[in-house]
Nanobody, 116 residues
Framework: QVQLVESGGGLVQPGGSLRLSCAAS????????GSWFRQAPGKEREWVAQ???????NYVDSVKGRFTISRDNAKNTVYLQMNNLKPEDTAVYYC??????????WGQGTQVTVSS
């Protein structure tokens, strides 16, 4: 049974930083693609960042230079370091694991609110 558990969300002022964590069980994260998505109120869920099994990373243009996705293989955990946060980054952030290129698993989501 695959389970993804996110943590690290919260309230932060503009320009601040947060680090999200996604701990996996039931899969070995470094064998699959790990991603972060987000969904703001009234908007569709959007892809934010991805780390492939090779370690190659990709980002949506709006977060390039501010967010960094990484992976700790020993902890079987994927992280999203978010710096210089903006109000438009406010959303529920979801961890995703794509297993075998076919099966997608989701975490429960963690709220990030950027406000003064």
């Amino acid at each position: 049974q695959v389970q993804l558990v996110e943590s690290g969300g919260g309230l932060v002022q503009p320009g601040g930083s947060l680090r999200l964590s996604c701990a996996a069980s039931g899969i070995i994260f470094n064998s699959h693609i790990g991603s972060w998505f987000r969904q703001a109120p009234g908007k569709e869920r959007e892809w934010v960042a991805q780390i492939q099994s090779t370690g190659v990373t990709n980002y949506v243009d709006s977060v390039k230079g501010r967010f960094t996705i990484s992976r700790d293989n020993a902890k079987n955990t994927v992280y999203l370091q978010m710096n210089n946060l903006k109000p438009e980054d406010t959303a529920v952030y979801y961890c995703n694991a794509l297993v075998g290129g076919l099966n997608a698993y989701w975490g429960q989501g963690t709220q990030v609110t950027v406000s003064s």
